[in-house]
């Protein structure tokens, strides 16, 4: 459950910030945890109540509601039949007034392209909140920008370095996002987990964990583990590998079908298990043995990085993008974008070195607990928020 906020902790000439997050809902990826983690820590800091709207009624929806947070929907639309969008926008506007919201916070461009809009801007200003980099130019991003924003958070240095092309008058600072940091696993050991999912006691084992998206790099992991074939653990163990994500879209399926495909020609059917859609993410991290994934385009941050980094997991991606400001040699290994060498060799040195899988680990989990707090990431997404508010005399009109 959230946790109640303690109104007598206001100051009295503060007002209350109402603050609605507008999602997707239909598919679940980084976007969606990040939410999930506002209703469950954003509540009981004094100052700002969190609200939530979602189209879709999927995953994100009941994990949001399941923390406490008040929910709304929308009802499921599609942008290729206005009525839907139409009818979407009136629940809207009568959401914001029932629950007197002064502040709209958009999560990503679909939400703020289509709903961007629809209330009234002298009273209630607009916080755009950017998981990527702008500059795709597609039709989502086209509609957020004729839109408008007063102040966009991005969620790392580098998403930030696009926002001032699109978003020109509107203010803009680094806001990273809380990761919960409670314990969420089931508490099963972790042969018990190893043994469920196609793993050993002695077995080597590297997860991967997201959305079937190709610029992940999967291809570059599977290549790479194929190069292992007969080679062993120094416990007599065989590495292999976890992918867990399941397909979302359509284009997800077809991406899957590509990757089992490649699998089955590579001859490692018995090594790569692909894992589908998963809930117990926390509980492959505490069976596993390193993190690794290879993005061939930069990744704007990298929650489960940090995830990983906290579970003591040694981190293998690549050396661009948001990435870098989470790993570095400490507590990974970078390479560059779609060397299948250098990740091969990633991974044999962390597969034949247990000493240094133990330094990075500790390494990683110190580095983990001081990334991203939820505490201390949503007292100061409350001050930014009481900034932007017309309220407070805040923000950009």
């Not at 590297?206 to 062993?232: N, P, T």
């Not at 990633?346 to 240094?356: Q, V």
């Not at 607990?369 to 900034?387: A, D, H, T, W, Y």
């Amino acid at each position: 459950m959230g946790i109640e906020p303690d109104r007598a902790t206001i100051p009295k000439h503060l007002p209350v910030i109402h603050a609605l997050h507008i999602g997707h809902g239909l598919v679940y990826g980084g976007i969606e945890r990040v939410l999930a983690s506002v209703a469950r820590y954003g509540s009981g800091l004094g100052d700002a109540s969190h609200h939530f709207a979602f189209c879709f009624d999927g995953r994100a929806a009941r994990e949001v509601r399941g923390a406490g947070a008040d929910v709304s929907l929308l009802g499921d639309v599609r942008a290729s039949r206005p009525w839907t969008v139409l009818r979407a926008r009136a629940r809207l506007q009568t959401r914001i007034l029932a629950n007197g919201i002064n502040v709209v916070v958009m999560h990503g461009n679909w939400s703020h392209g289509l709903f961007g809009r629809c209330f009234d801007r002298n009273a209630i200003q607009l916080v755009a909140i950017a998981h990527a980099p702008y500059g795709s130019n597609d039709w989502t991003e086209r509609r957020a920008a004729k839109a408008g924003a007063d102040m966009v958070l991005a969620n790392s240095e580098y998403t930030l370095a696009s926002v001032r092309d699109i978003f020109p008058r509107a203010s803009r600072q680094v806001w990273r996002c809380p990761i919960d940091d409670r314990a969420n696993d089931s508490g099963l050991p972790r042969e018990a987990i190893r043994q469920s999912t196609g793993g050993g006691t002695n077995d080597f084992i590297i997860l991967m964990a997201c959305r079937l998206d190709e610029y992940k790099g999967h291809d570059v992991l599977i290549r790479a583990v194929a190069s292992f074939r007969e080679q062993r653990t120094p416990g007599g163990g065989r590495i292999r590998t976890w992918i867990a994500g399941g397909a979302q879209t359509p284009a997800e399926v077809r991406r899957l079908a590509t990757l089992q495909r490649r699998v089955r020609e590579l001859g490692v059917e018995d090594r790569v298990h692909f894992l589908g859609q998963r809930e117990d993410i926390a509980d492959l991290m505490s069976a596993a043995d390193v993190f690794c994934q290879p993005n061939v385009s930069p990744e704007p941050f990298g929650v489960v990085f940090v995830e990983a980094l906290r579970a003591g997991l040694p981190v293998v991606t690549s050396a661009f993008g948001g990435a870098v400001e989470i790993v570095n040699e400490r507590v990974g290994i970078l390479i560059a974008p779609g060397d299948v060498a250098k990740m091969t060799d990633a991974i044999a040195e962390l597969s034949g070195d247990i000493s240094l899988r133990n330094r990075m680990s500790l390494a990683a989990r110190e580095q983990g607990r001081n990334l991203c707090v939820p505490e201390v990431q949503m007292k100061q997404l409350g001050e930014i928020l009481r900034s932007a508010s017309p309220m407070t005399g805040g923000g950009m009109s």
